[in-house]
Nanobody, 121 residues
């Protein structure tokens, strides 16, 4: 079965940095674009970033552009999101997802449990 296991979240102060990870299994990881989305309390899911299957191209939501960097290691079936200059509005549960393209809303399939990122003083 497809499995996506997010990790690395935690509590960080505004302006701080954090890297979260996603371990994938149950499919040919290098054949798929991968996406990060997030859900803040009381809000709908928001698309954050997508990376092409071989890492050739990346795309970011305007709200995180210049602060977040998506990366992948296909040899290890790993997806990463490096987050810098974090803001309280980045507080959310972050999920990794398979995707069919670089645009928002193109993610699909199984969900992991997500990892909680809390940005607060």
């Amino acid at each position: 079965q497809v499995q996506l296991v997010e990790s690395g979240g935690g509590l960080v102060q505004p302006g701080g940095s954090l890297r979260i990870s996603c371990k994938a299994s149950g499919f040919t990881f290098s054949n798929f674009f991968m996406t990060w989305v997030r859900r803040a309390p009381g809000k709908e899911v928001e698309w954050v970033s997508t990376i092409q299957n071989r890492g050739q191209t990346t795309a970011y939501a305007d709200s995180v552009k210049g602060r977040f960097t998506i990366a992948r290691d296909n040899a290890e079936n790993m997806l990463y999101l490096q987050m810098s200059n974090l803001k309280p509005e980045d507080t959310a549960v972050y999920f990794c997802r398979r995707s069919i393209g670089l645009e928002a809303g193109q993610d699909f399939g199984s969900w992991g449990q997500g990892t909680q990122v809390t940005v607060s003083s």
